[in-house]
């Protein structure tokens, strides 16, 4: 069984440039959730969906970021424009369950994002 | 509101010697506790994690972490490490509603022959 999948494992752009991170979950989850870690301090939840529905987009940093989840399957994470304080690495979870958020959270590998 | 504190940022020992890496948290509910590492050039992977029961957890590959309810403590430990074992550990907390993780700022275990 294929595990979580994130597409690009990098990306270097440059300021005031979109860019848009995708996440594959296992297949079957519900819950898929985003977590970023910028300049080595801790990870840090952004959003998490059931399904297709955001049932706590809390961490979201502000209105440059849009996350989706169409048809409930993979998620995309927009960022534009991008800006410095955005680079650091984005992670990807999904996790079985309804919507409590279900049980233990399987990671992808992440998307280093660089902005120059 | 939940938090987790690694104050260790850093871990140097040698191999076959024994290792704690240090976790507390500080949460107003009840609380489940992971440990999740990160092998150089990887992804996240669940390491062990104490939803309910025994306080002592323990991982396949030899680690194991107590739940201190007293002391808010999930110490992470090993009696001898190996080379392998090179990587970053993260501590992390949910409430019992499996929400969103709350993570520590990582320890990064250095280990040398």
């Known amino acids: 069984e294929a595990g979580v999948t994130q597409f690009p494992s990098h990306s270097v752009i440059e300021k005031g440039q979109t860019v848009t991170l995708r996440c594959d979950p296992i297949?079957?989850?519900?819950?898929l959730y985003w977590y970023r870690r910028v300049m080595g301090k801790e990870i840090k939840f952004l959003l998490h969906?059931?399904?297709?529905?955001?049932?706590?987009e809390s961490g979201m940093p502000n209105n440059r970021f849009l996350a989706e989840r169409t048809g409930g399957t993979y998620s995309t994470l927009k960022v534009q424009p991008a800006e410095l304080e955005d680079s650091g690495v984005y992670f990807c979870a999904s996790s079985q369950g309804g919507g409590r958020g279900g049980t233990e959270a399987f990671f992808g590998q992440g998307t280093r994002l660089t902005v120059v | 509101a939940q938090s987790v504190t690694q104050l260790d940022s850093q871990v140097p020992v040698f191999e076959e010697a024994p290792v704690e890496l240090r976790c507390n948290y500080s949460s107003s509910v009840s609380v489940y506790l992971f440990w999740y590492v990160q092998y150089p050039n990887q992804g996240l992977q669940l390491l062990l994690k104490?939803?309910?029961?025994?306080?002592l957890v323990e991982s396949i590959n030899g680690f194991e972490a107590e739940f201190n309810k007293s002391q808010t403590s999930f110490h992470l430990r090993k009696p001898s490490v190996h080379i392998s074992d090179t990587a970053e550990y993260f501590c992390?907390?949910?409430?019992?509603?499996?929400?969103?993780?709350?993570f520590g700022t990582g320890t990064r275990l250095l280990v040398s022959p």
């Open positions: 969906f059931v399904k297709e529905s955001k049932q706590d």
């Open positions: 297949s079957g989850h519900d819950n």
């Open positions: 992390a907390v949910t409430n019992t509603g499996f929400q969103k993780l709350v």
């Open positions: 104490y939803l309910s029961g025994s306080t």
